[in-house]
């Protein structure tokens, strides 16, 4: 039966930002004395940045202030979005039901940042909800930011489809009862070699 409404997350699903998010990552770190590792990067993914050097802090027994260091990463990420590209087969998703199903994003990212994402590739008019992690109190994954999608698209969970690239995002969309297309088994982001 098709889905009622689609829920998309932004980065890594509608967007390849992955592995710009990722350079980002490494050089706001390092002038911060912490690490973060391709592969936990990834596992991570969907969890708000000032979340994540929350983590990062805590378990290097560091200090620092997490939403400076946060304010940083998504500055050094900001001067590389003209780079974004479309990920083509999830994009294609949405350009054929837009106006036809409600479509709505659900990221872990900030507002300002999913906006300009969505207008880098061309489609930030195409949904009829845009949800952020400013938007919600917990982040993937808890359910909390699709059953919000859901609700601004005034469509029941059980009737959504989302589209999601992280386990995090994967496990909100099936606590949230909703039917989940894992976009790894579409596209694989590229991967830094250095």
Not at 132 to 154: G, M, N, S, Y
């Amino acid at each position: 039966m098709p889905p009622h409404g689609i829920i998309f997350d932004c980065d890594g699903t509608l967007a390849d930002t992955m592995p710009l998010h990722y350079d980002a990552w490494v050089a706001t770190l390092t002038r911060h004395g912490l690490a973060l590792d391709e592969d936990r990067f990834y596992a991570l993914g969907g969890w708000p940045t000032q979340r994540v050097i929350e983590l990062l802090i805590a378990e290097a027994q560091a200090s620092g202030d997490a939403a400076r260091i946060a304010h940083e990463k998504e500055a050094d990420f900001t001067a590389v979005i003209d780079q974004v590209l479309p990920i083509d087969v999830v994009v294609e998703v949405a350009r054929i039901h837009r106006g036809r199903t409600p479509l709505a994003v659900a990221t872990g990212g900030s507002r300002p940042i999913c906006e300009r994402i969505l207008r880098q590739i061309g489609c930030f008019d195409w949904f009829d909800a845009v949800v952020t992690c400013e938007d919600v109190a917990t982040h993937k994954p808890d359910p909390e930011i699709f059953l919000e999608a859901a609700r601004q698209i005034a469509i029941a969970p059980q009737h959504c489809l989302v589209y999601e690239d992280t386990e995090p995002g994967l496990e909100a969309a099936r606590r949230a009862g909703m039917q989940a297309i894992d976009v790894r088994t579409l596209h694989t982001p590229r991967r830094r070699t250095a």
